[in-house]
């Protein structure tokens, strides 16, 4: 079973509007960690915000924050005021239990397109 | 810049070949992942190590190999080569981080190393 889902193939924004990705993830395990990561085209993997399970808040980091809905299982990445810079492959990621080490679980990207 | 660098960028290479790719982690950092990154699946997790030791496995290949070394850098290696190989393969070191409630590994990713089977 996928662990984590990222529906949405493709996205379409204009520039200096708010998008919101949508991300939702399967696990048993109470302790994990929620990515999400930007590859430009040119191919680099940038990390962008981080969300722990037992964190209460939403984290936020600029004009990136990451709406946590525990009980839905989902982790949606806000990206606000979008920029033509903003285009790029977006990556959600999981990370279980650090017993087993911290490798992430990666979804299969959305594609964001930031149009003038 | 992430401060992970990895060689070579680009390798070209015929099937049933054996290529080496290496990384160096940031300065510092003593957990080495790769990943590979492929049209037909993915991102995937393919191995860690934490100072010197192998820490987790994931999804590779008894083809491929792994090992870091004294000085922290890692060496991917591919044998056998096959055209289902290229990808971009990923190296990442870590460094511990918190927020308000726990604190994570978070991982700064090098370039990539974009593996051409032909």
């Known amino acids: 079973a996928q662990k984590i889902t990222q529906t949405q193939p493709g996205m379409f924004v204009q520039e200096k509007e708010a998008v919101t990705l949508d991300c939702t993830y399967d696990t048993s395990d109470p302790s994990y960690g929620l990515f999400w990561y930007k590859q430009p085209s040119s191919g680099e993997m940038i990390f962008l915000i981080y969300?722990?399970?037992?964190?209460?808040q939403n984290a936020t980091e600029g004009r990136y924050s990451l709406n946590f809905q525990k009980a839905r299982k989902s982790a949606n990445l806000v990206i606000s005021a979008s920029q033509l810079g903003d285009s790029a492959m977006y990556f959600c990621a999981m990370r279980e239990s650090e017993t087993s080490g911290s490798r992430l679980t990666f979804g299969e990207g959305t594609q964001l397109t930031v149009n003038p | 810049d992430s401060g992970v660098t990895q060689t070579p960028k680009h390798l070209i290479t015929a099937t049933g070949q054996r290529v080496t790719l290496r990384c160096s982690p940031r300065s510092g950092d003593l957990s080495v992942y790769w990943y590979q990154q492929s049209l037909d699946q993915g991102l995937q997790f393919l191995i860690q190590?934490?100072?010197?030791?192998?820490?987790a496995k994931g999804n590779i290949l008894e083809r491929f190999s792994a090992q870091q070394f004294p000085d922290l850098h890692s060496e991917l290696n591919l044998s056998s080569l096959e055209l289902g190989d290229s990808a971009l393969y990923f190296c990442?070191?870590?460094?511990?981080?918190?927020?308000?409630?726990?604190?994570?590994?978070?991982?700064?990713f090098g370039p990539g190393t974009r593996l051409t089977v032909l």
């Open positions: 990442a070191s870590s460094v511990r981080s918190w927020t308000s409630a726990s604190s994570y590994n978070e991982q700064f």
């Open positions: 190590y934490y100072n010197g030791e192998e820490r």
């Open positions: 969300q722990g399970s037992y964190d209460q």
